[in-house]
């Protein structure tokens, strides 16, 4: 009897999925080529020279470590919801959307998380059938990812670099932000392991 693939592994075959991802990529290097080459006012101080390598840096370094480990499908599910949240948060700076609704930087933080600990767990799916603890997994890589955001926000911001003291973090918008993606973390878990997951199975007596 031939073994099932994982859900996940099939959706990476799915033409639908590698046109989705493809579109991310492009969409991602356009946006920062508008930001950096055009420089219009709503991305002044918001550090984009910073944030460029370390947004690009998911659409090159899974292509690479694809080829290395010569990954079967390619993993266009992970790549595509890992190369999201970056995209988003730039056409947000680029269009002027977080100065324009001062909730967006709280949704974004929610929804961004769902789309990360979902390409956590697209990529953990393609090795890993286990489902035990997953949830627990997914929830743990989203809250030590936005700890090391902001970290990185607060360093990027007290050396003002490329006016990145525009940011004026505070206290309670730091707290909110810890609070509000650590529980899209823990939506994106779910959702990731009902819709990525292997099926369970019942064990028999």
Known sequence: ???KL?????VDRHPATRWANLAMKVGLIVAFALAIGLTPDTVEGKAMGFRAPLFLAPIVIVPILARVRAWEPYPHTADALLAAPFLIDTLGNLLGVYDDFAQTDDVLHA???ILLVGAFHAFR???IEDRRDAVLLGYGFGAVA???WEVLEWAV???GFG?????ALTYEDTI???FLSSTGGLIGSLLAVWWLGPPRTRSSD
Request: charged share 20%.
């Open 111 to 113: 929804l961004n998380w």
């Open 146 to 148: 936005i700890v090391w």
């Open 163 to 167: 006016g990145a003291g525009a940011l």
């Open 176 to 178: 909110g932000d810890l």
């Open 1 to 3: 009897m031939s073994r």
């Open 125 to 127: 799916f393609r090795n």
């Open 157 to 159: 911001s007290e050396d």
């Open 6 to 10: 994982p859900r996940v592994l099939n």
